[in-house]
């Protein structure tokens, strides 16, 4: 049995979630709403407070699914309830990040401004030389994250670049001249 897949997953106060036909699932609960449709070989049950993910049989294809699916039903939990933020630093001299409205402008080194807009439903701010991104749904603030992080990797010389705040950039030594 798949280890994450047979955990229930509680269901906190304050939160509903409704299981439709083809399993579209909606949950609502204190910080918005999301809604997605999970593979429908699962079968989902909802008892005293809980969601229990099962699958039908043992063949690969529904072992990975099974634990794919709890896991999904839970990010979308934990996200109306608690939310996900993402930190990224950016390093790196001349290096800037600015906020005006919904639209981020960074200056990583181009001839151009980068500008980007914050996707619906995200919300990016800036102190200093971070950047922090939050919102309810897990896929979109990371994937946001990375298109940010995209526009200028860190380079492993001088560590210069975009980084996630928790993220270490292996270093390597530079050219030795010859005498």
Do not use: C, F, W
Request: glycine share 12%.
């Amino acid at each position: 049995m798949s280890r994450i897949g047979r955990m229930p997953i509680a269901v906190p106060a304050g939160v509903t979630v409704e299981i439709a036909e083809n399993n579209k699932i909606t949950v609502k609960g204190p910080k918005g709403e999301l809604s997605r449709v999970l593979p429908s070989e699962m079968d989902l049950k909802q008892e005293d407070g809980q969601i229990l993910v099962t699958r039908p049989n043992d063949l690969k294809r529904m072992k990975s699914l099974h634990g794919l699916t709890r896991t999904l039903i839970n990010n979308m939990v934990v996200g109306v309830t608690e939310g996900y933020t993402k930190v990224l630093e950016v390093n790196g001299v001349g290096y800037r990040a600015a906020k005006s409205g919904n639209k981020l402008t960074l200056n990583l080194g181009y001839s151009h401004p980068v500008i980007m807009e914050d996707p619906q439903g995200l919300e990016s701010t800036v102190e200093g030389n971070k950047i922090t991104i939050k919102g309810i749904d897990k896929e979109k603030v990371g994937q946001y994250a990375a298109d940010i992080r995209d526009k200028r990797r860190p380079e492993p010389y001088k560590g210069k670049g975009i980084k996630y705040s928790d993220e270490v950039i292996r270093r390597k030594v530079g050219k030795t001249g010859k005498k």
